[in-house]
Nanobody, 124 residues
Framework: QVRLVESGGGSVQTGGSLRLSCAAS????????MAWFRQAPGKEREGVAV????????YYVASVRGRFTISQDNAKNTVYLQMNSLKPEDTAMYYC?????????????????WGQGTQVTVSS
């Protein structure tokens, strides 16, 4: 069974940090794009960061560049999102997602495996 299971969300104050984890199972981890998306109430789902499991430079949306870091542990089939200097506008449900292949982008329609999401709330 193909699964992505997120963990690590929570509530923090402005300027705080959280680390999200996404454990993948049920598929061969190599040759995939692994991405973090977020969706705030009333807003569209937004691609935040994406990484190719075979290596290379990750991509970040401009609003999180310099504050968030996506990384992975291929031995554990796990991708992480380290979030620093959090702002209230980062409040959202965060989802891990996967698409096969190496042409990674942040369009949600290209991803066919999704986790259940983990809530991140940043208070001012």
């Amino acid at each position: 069974q193909v699964r992505l299971v997120e963990s690590g969300g929570g509530s923090v104050q402005t300027g705080g940090s959280l680390r999200l984890s996404c454990a993948a199972s049920g598929f061969t981890y190599s040759n995939n794009c692994m991405a973090w998306f977020r969706q705030a109430p009333g807003k569209e789902r937004e691609g935040v960061a994406v990484i190719y499991t075979g290596g290379g430079s990750p991509y970040y949306v401009a609003s999180v560049r310099g504050r968030f870091t996506i990384s992975q542990d291929n031995a554990k089939n796990t991708v992480y999102l380290q979030m620093n200097s959090l702002k209230p506008e980062d409040t959202a449900m965060y989802y891990c997602a996967r698409r096969a292949g190496r042409w990674c982008d942040t369009g949600p329609n290209e991803y066919n495996t999704w986790g259940q999401g983990t809530q991140v709330t940043v208070s001012s």
